[in-house]
């Protein structure tokens, strides 16, 4: 049984969410609540049928796609990724000429604050 089974669950975990994400500094309890809540959010998206279409298209991303969205979405050029290299390492990777190491992935993923195995199994 999930903590979320609904909707109107869903949307109060969010609302609860926004609430302690707020810029306010956490106490131990709240933090370890936002935790729980991020990890059954997520959970909960990874399952329900209305995000069944969404997940399919981010699991059929590449690294080099999922490296464009968040270029995209955060308005980078190759010149805005020290982590990976200078600009043309960076184009190297993103043509598919170059695999990034182990090394870029983990500064990657430090950078955008999501787990180093999105890079990680779209690498391979």
């Given at each position: ?17 926004d609430?302690?994400?707020d810029?306010?500094?956490l106490?131990?309890v ?21 995000f ?9 991303l590449t690294?080099i ?8 979405q955060n ?6 990724l ?17 695999k990034?190491t182990v ?19 779209r690498?391979?």
């Amino acid at each position: 049984m999930s903590l979320i089974e609904t909707d109107t669950d869903y949307q109060k975990a969010l609302t609860v969410i926004d609430e302690l994400t707020d810029g306010q500094t956490l106490d131990a309890v709240e933090q370890t609540l936002l935790d729980t809540l991020c990890d059954t959010v997520g959970r909960y998206e990874d399952h329900a049928p209305q995000f069944a279409a969404f997940n399919a298209g981010v699991a059929a991303l590449t690294d080099i796609d999922l490296i464009k969205a968040l270029m995209l979405q955060n308005k980078l050029t190759g010149a805005d990724l020290p982590e990976i290299g200078d600009k043309t390492v960076v184009s190297r990777i993103l043509s598919g000429q170059r695999k990034m190491t182990v090394e870029m992935i983990a500064r990657l993923a430090a950078r955008f604050h999501v787990d180093p195995g999105v890079f990680v199994s779209r690498n391979v």
